[in-house]
């Protein structure tokens, strides 16, 4: 699972890096012959930072986003679905290692990472910032967020950074699971009572708008984004991501006589472009800033575990343990 | 204030309010890292699987197995300190630029079916004589 919309640092804050014109262009021919670039190559520093914020972001929203699927748990409907989640669960956070071991080979260090986090620096996936008030939004989540989050990291696993391409393979690997049991709740669900069909009818309605925020807003015209684009850090605009997305998964939704709260959400039948209502861009911005229905709770957790587990790894700590950069 | 959630476990908690400090982690306090080598199956080489942070060979050993080991096949695992791993430099690739030419050492070098071919075909025209 992972946050799609890339949020980009607000670029007016920082001036262009000049580059060694000869060690650029060395790089951008091997970045165009399809090599991957490795943690010990030169690389130009926007590069390393843009790739740093986007791993590190992808490792957070990991993290939080076990916590809404964790609160349900205890409160599965049955063996088997508690069984799944519990595993999905531990995927996730395995998920976030992977990813801060493959920004660790950037140069900084997991302890920052997760500081930036706890101190509110770093961000996260939207999504994760709403409530999973009942079972059924745990189905939405774990058919439709996955779903999205697939869309995002099969297209990243082809980018050019091998360390985070790698832990995409192993991601995407297990992530088919989380998409496959999502679906399976979701169907069941839809399939089932009266009553569940407008359970899931709820959730469905609750959790379409941060889904179209996903992939966050529009960049097409962005100069940022063609840049990351040519060094192959983005392999595809917010936009075509979404646009893959409800091509997907908008039918089959659609299938079980389910609703989605958009009249104006339909397919072009000329361009085969999906288009939608604005999904309110302004509600998206203050969920990234802080200002979400749950942020607080998060992070709040999240520095709860880090407070109450500190002894331990006090306790475990080697002496005299210099740290070393992972090699791949 | 009391957090209220959704989350009984959370409601449970008596948690800090407002912000974390800038650094509430010290450099170090999630251990050094160690490398992960897994075979798949028996008679297989070990392979690269990632990385684990541990404080020992043995922790590195339990965290190895929950994060290379969930699904599908292995029989072991090795893990070795980061520190420990001497490496070739990238910038030296060029090392190993030579070898694709060393084609002595390759079988397809050695060709020998043209001369077993002009061998028999002399002796054929010999005999025909």
């Known amino acids: 699972m992972y946050g799609g919309g890339y949020l980009p640092d607000d670029q007016k ?4 890096i000049a580059e060694d014109p000869d060690k650029l262009a060395a790089f951008e021919t091997r970045i165009d012959r399809g090599d991957k670039v490795e943690p010990q190559d030169w690389m130009p520093t926007e590069y ?3 790739l740093i914020r986007m791993i590190e972001q992808h490792a957070h929203s990991e993290i939080i986003g076990a916590l809404p699927e964790g609160t349900w748990i205890t409160r599965a409907p049955g063996f088997k679905r508690k069984m799944a989640i519990m595993a999905k669960v531990q995927d996730e956070i395995g998920h976030a290692q992977l990813l801060y071991a493959a ?3 950037l140069g900084k260090t997991r302890e920052a990472m997760i500081n930036d986090l706890i101190n509110g620096k770093s961000k996260y996936s939207n999504v994760f910032n709403y409530p999973a008030e009942t079972w059924s939004d745990i189905a939405v989540i774990g058919f439709l967020i996955d779903a999205a989050a697939i869309v995002n990291q099969t297209l990243n696993a082809k980018g050019s950074y091998g360390p985070y391409c790698r832990a995409l393979e192993r991601i995407c690997y297990e992530e088919a699971f989380h998409l496959k049991q999502g679906h ?11 009553r569940s069909r407008s359970e899931l009818q709820a959730a469905l309605n609750r959790w379409w708008k941060p889904i179209m925020h996903f992939f966050g807003p529009s960049d097409k015209a962005s100069v940022h984004s063609e840049k990351l684009m040519r060094w192959k850090v983005k392999m595809a605009s917010n936009d075509d991501m979404r646009n893959q997305f409800l091509d997907m998964y908008v039918p089959r939704i659609w299938e079980l006589d389910l609703t989605l709260p958009d009249p104006e959400l339909r397919k072009d039948s000329d361009t085969g472009v999906w288009l939608f209502g604005d999904p309110d861009w302004n509600e998206f911005f203050e969920v990234i800033k802080g200002n979400g229905p749950c942020n607080a709770e998060r992070l709040a957790v999240r520095r709860w575990a880090e407070e109450k587990g500190e002894w331990v790894k006090r306790a475990l700590r080697p002496r005299n343990e210099i740290y070393v950069t992972p090699l791949a | 204030m009391k957090l209220v959630s959704l989350d009984p476990r959370v409601c449970r908690m008596d948690m800090a309010e407002g912000a974390a400090p800038d650094a509430l982690i010290q450099e170090n306090d999630h251990w050094p890292t160690y490398e992960v080598f897994a075979q798949k199956k028996r008679g297989d080489q070990h392979q690269h699987v990632g990385i684990v942070h541990a404080p020992n060979g043995e922790m590195a050993l339990v965290l190895a197995k929950e994060q290379f080991a969930r699904r599908g096949m292995c029989v072991n695992l090795w893990v070795v300190r980061t520190a420990d791993v001497v490496a070739t430099s990238y910038e030296d690739a060029d090392i190993f630029d030579s070898t694709p030419q060393k084609t002595h050492r390759e079988p397809v070098d050695y060709k020998v079916k043209d001369k077993i071919n002009r061998y028999n075909q002399s002796k054929k025209e010999k005999n025909e004589q």
């Open chain 1, 103 to 105: 920004a660790e080979t």
């Open chain 1, 184 to 194: 399976d709740a979701f169907v069941a669900l839809a399939t089932g009572t009266e």
């Open chain 1, 48 to 50: 390393r930072k843009q």
């Open chain 1, 13 to 16: 804050r920082h001036l262009p």
